[in-house]
């Protein structure tokens, strides 16, 4: 066979294998709700009307799917925190603790300072939430980068913090005054100012934070992309003893990578307050408050094949499964754990699929050779050519 054609051959099967990866999150969703239709089989419902009925909860009507679109403000945000941190070889898992700090932060505020013009405060809440996140997320960075701390441990501990911090401030000093006179003792704060919530769409619950959130991920694009930060951080993701070699400071963009992920996480926990809720509340837990956006949104970004373009679209996907999921449980009457197993596994097949897709990546790249590399190296060769 001619040498030409051999290469094109080879082009040819890596650029089908290519696609696969691409849609492997996909098809992990979809096998999950197979496992799904299983569970639901096994309880005596029937899978097409449950599905049907979460697909109708979460798009069949103009409420059902801004209340989509509220779920996944949250998921886009914490995703895009995950797009930097995963492109810079760092695993993010302190979303939920940044989300409550950040809201802690920026409650605080609200609530202290009630004289200001609603828009200045809201910039200021914003602000506030980015810089609560940023110190969550950057502990856990310093610790990686200077003295090799597992960031995974050491995310996962902030949570916890996170989650003792507010309910002591929830049910001490922040707690609402109404509340300390009934002596009910709820965990929530008193309500913010009409002027300070984020403006929403009437009559919907859809709040600012979509257009915000929606921007920042153009923003991170252009960041990663486009950006001398951007490039080093994707360079340490991809090989850290040659950026170094090469000049970058690579436990200085370790850093970055986790103050930028805790700031999107941080902003999240402000839009919950300032958007949605209107004054911070929770059960005791990180999800009484979140959620569980703070994990959520990791699977959003993985599904996104970790772009920040990309997890647009799989936000809204999963803050559909997550609205939709309820209007099921009222349809076919099964038991709320069942819901909670079926978003588990969708979480589960799309987190292993993501092991999946670099297995077979590396693979095809030792088969077929260093000249049919993935778009992303090529394009980390060519900017390093450039610079």
């Not at 929403?200 to 991920?217: D, E, K, V």
């Amino acid at each position: 066979m001619p040498p030409k054609q051999a290469t094109s051959d080879l082009r040819l099967k890596d650029r089908a294998g290519s696609i696969f990866d691409q849609l492997m999150p996909i098809f992990a969703t979809l096998a999950a709700l197979l496992v799904g239709a299983i569970f639901l089989m096994l309880l005596g419902a029937n899978p097409l009307v449950a599905y049907g009925a979460l697909a109708q909860g979460a798009f069949g009507s103009f409420n059902a799917f801004t209340e989509t679109l509220v779920k996944a403000v949250p998921l886009l945000l914490v995703g895009l925190g995950t797009c930097i941190a995963y492109r810079g070889s760092v695993t993010n898992i302190g979303g939920e603790g940044q989300m409550i700090i950040g809201a802690i932060l920026s409650t605080w505020f609200g609530l202290t300072f009630t004289e200001l013009p609603g828009w200045l405060a809201i910039i200021i809440a914003m602000l506030l939430g980015i810089i609560g996140g940023m110190i969550w997320g950057g502990i856990p960075g310093i610790l990686k980068a200077y003295f090799n701390v597992n960031e995974i441990l050491s995310t996962v501990m902030m949570n916890a913090i996170a989650v003792q911090v507010m309910n002591y401030l929830m049910r001490g000093p922040m707690i609402d005054p109404v509340q300390r006179e009934a002596a009910s003792q709820i965990p929530q704060t008193a309500r913010l100012l009409e002027t300070y919530r984020l403006p929403r769409l009437s009559p919907t619950r859809l709040h600012m934070g979509l257009l915000i959130a929606i921007l920042l991920a153009v923003a991170v694009y252009f960041l990663l992309w486009r950006t001398t930060l951007g490039y080093r951080i994707r360079a340490v993701g991809q090989s850290q003893p040659a950026s170094k070699y090469g000049g970058i400071d690579v436990k200085k963009h370790i850093v970055v990578a986790l103050l930028l992920s805790g700031a999107f996480a941080g902003l999240a926990g402000m839009m919950q307050v300032y958007g949605v809720n209107y004054r911070m509340i929770t059960d005791g837990s990180a999800t009484g408050f979140t959620g569980n956006a703070g994990f959520n949104g990791i699977v959003a970004a993985l599904f996104g094949q970790l772009h920040p373009l990309i997890t647009i679209p799989a936000s809204v996907l999963f803050g559909g499964l997550l609205v939709g999921a309820n209007a099921m449980q009222r349809v076919v009457q099964v038991p709320s754990a069942l819901i909670t197993a079926l978003n588990g596994l969708v979480v589960v097949f799309v987190v292993s699929s993501e092991f999946f897709r670099r297995r077979s990546q590396k693979r095809r790249q030792s088969q077929f050779g260093t000249e049919l590399a993935e778009p992303e190296d090529a394009e980390m060769q060519q900017e390093a050519g450039e610079a």
